[in-house]
């Protein structure tokens, strides 16, 4: 994917298109006299409360995920992320990083694309949105997120964006307002027709406008070079550019070239090595760190496919994946708000091949936990009643894992953890330790029991429903049940497989347009776990 141009920094300041439609302008802030309280005073927004926003976000890969939301919303097939350090440079001709991260998204109209860069405007739309097999709300609804992570990332972000009817180029950028003084916050903003006239009717507004990214964005001289870069953007999508990535003595994302220890396909939050340990997985690059492995569990339901520096990255449907998993009901108490009904937690050995050669998972017991298909808590440790004794009671290491929708809770602005309305939170929290505990008791404590009565018996007991891989058809978006003890490292299942590679032959026929299949083994996991909790409380008294 190549979505780069050659800067030129001899170019002269151009901006004299002048085209024809409709005057782009500023979203009006103050009064007009209308309504009942229309000679009010209206207040702006201070151009520091940028850095104080951005503070929001205490972790790299929230933002990071935050851009990923919007391209999802935005009913992208396809979000790609990388960071440069070859094609960008300071004016001293010093290397200038560059986060990039490109989207083939619906685009966004000139208002809309003032508005995101504005705060608290959302447009995302209230129905469900269709992707792939699934139907979901959209996961962004305070119309903060693009401000607080890209901004938490970089001092500036320059926005080129195409719609089937507009393309345009905004700034946000905390070194234009700081240096061109003033209190507000001013966005630099052009738009074009599809066929490239400028839909600024005022030439002076066009030249303010140009001579501010020229000056502060330092990466393209002319109106010109801009139009060129809205050429990367095949039919409609966006691209974000964020320069001035943070560092604090070092930069907070970090990669090959500055660390041989980070894959060249991967991102680290830089840290000192005896940070290593302390996330959620040992022995190697625990998801609190890589990039690649946030982003691999960052959606229950991947239904868009992603890069990460040119390599597809593995998305799963984590849920489906788990081994011998066993499903349980919950019912949440819910005052005020909407009533969930019954909802499904999943409960599984996590597969070791998912977490990356030499890594397994810190805890015993933890969970991920999902707000509207969206990762809210990565392996969230879980504290039981077991404690440590847990590991060496089961032989073989495996860690256990619970996985839930948390839809009825709102998560918090930053999307780092859930709010605790009435403890709704908490009770949910004791819901997963009751249930992780009862998943063990049937999976690793009952086999052994049974096994020291009748040795024949333990394998029986603890296999569980056996399931195959899961693999996403990169045209369709759509999931395929590969056969049982298909390993998910695979080399058949390369980043470009397509439904009619499917190892069934009839399915791989009707390639993208058979139905996805169904995740059937619920039902026989259910019944599953009620025969085994009765097995339980017999061993219980018996113990």
């Known amino acids: 994917m190549d979505y780069y141009i050659e800067q030129d920094h ?12 409709s005057a782009v302008g500023p979203v009006q802030l103050s009064g007009t006299g209308g309504g009942r309280f229309g000679k009010l005073k209206v207040t702006t927004t201070h151009r520091d409360f940028l850095t104080s926003n951005a503070t929001s976000h205490t972790w790299a890969f929230s933002a990071v995920a935050e851009l990923c939301d919007n391209a999802m919303d935005a009913r992208a097939k396809e979000c790609h992320l990388d960071l440069d350090y070859e094609h960008f440079y300071n004016a001293d001709g010093s290397i200038l990083p560059a986060l990039i991260v490109m989207d083939t998204g619906i685009g966004m109209e000139p208002d809309v694309l003032l508005n ?29 997120g693009l401000k607080s992570s890209s901004m938490h990332l ?12 507009t393309q345009s180029v905004g700034m946000l950028s ?9 209190d507000s916050i001013r966005v630099p903003l052009m738009t074009w027709d599809l066929a490239g006239n400028c839909l600024i009717r005022d030439r002076e507004e066009v030249s303010q406008n140009l001579d501010a990214i020229k000056e502060y964005a330092d990466l393209w001289g002319t109106e010109a070079r801009l139009k060129e870069q809205l050429h990367y953007i095949a039919s409609t999508g966006t691209i974000l550019i964020m320069t001035g990535l943070k560092q604090e003595g070092s930069y907070e994302l970090t990669w090959h070239d500055a660390d041989p220890r980070v894959p060249e396909d991967d991102l680290w939050l830089h840290s000192s090595a005896s940070d290593i340990g302390s996330g959620t997985a040992h022995g190697g690059i625990p998801v609190q760190r890589s990039l690649r492995r946030y982003l691999e569990v960052l959606y229950k339901e991947p239904t868009m496919v992603m890069t990460l520096c040119g390599i597809n990255v593995r998305t799963r449907r984590v849920a489906a994946s788990l081994q011998q998993r066993l499903h349980y009901d919950y019912r949440p108490t819910v005052t005020g708000g909407t009533d969930p009904g019954k909802v499904k937690i999943t409960v599984g050995f996590y597969p070791e091949e998912g977490l990356g050669e030499g890594q397994r998972l810190e805890h015993t017991f933890s969970a991920l936990m999902y707000y509207h298909n969206r990762l809210i808590t990565p392996f969230k440790y879980i504290s039981t009643t077991k404690g440590k004794s847990a590991e060496t009671q089961d032989p073989r290491g495996r860690k256990a894992v619970a ?9 918090v602005h930053n999307k780092q953890e859930f709010r605790d309305p009435g403890g709704a939170y908490r009770t949910l929290l004791a819901k997963l330790k009751e249930t992780l505990e009862l998943f063990w008791e049937s999976r690793v404590i009952l086999p052994l029991h049974e096994a020291a009565k009748q040795p024949s018996s333990a394998a029986k007991s603890g296999e569980g429903v056996e399931i195959g891989t899961w693999v996403q058809c990169v045209n369709c978006l759509k999931w395929r049940r590969m056969p049982p003890r298909t390993k998910f490292t695979d080399p058949t299942f390369d980043d470009d497989w397509e439904c009619s590679q499917n190892p069934d032959k009839s399915l791989a026929k009707k390639a993208c347009s058979a139905d996805q299949e169904p995740d059937e083994d619920e039902e026989q996991e259910r019944r599953e776990h009620k025969k085994l909790k009765n097995s339980v409380k017999e061993m219980r008294k018996k113990r």
């Open 10 to 21: 001899s170019a002269d300041m151009g901006g004299n298109s002048t085209g024809s439609g």
């Open 116 to 144: 995101a860069l504005g705060l608290g405007h959302s447009h995302k739309p209230n129905p469900g949105i269709t992707r792939g097999a699934s139907t979901r709300l959209p996961i962004g609804y305070a119309g903060n």
């Open 154 to 165: 970089a001092k500036d972000l320059l926005v080129f964006t195409k719609t089937k009817h």
């Open 174 to 182: 905390r070194t234009f307002l700081e240096k061109s003084g003033g």
């Open 403 to 411: 996985i839930v929708d948390v839809d009825w809770i709102k998560p």
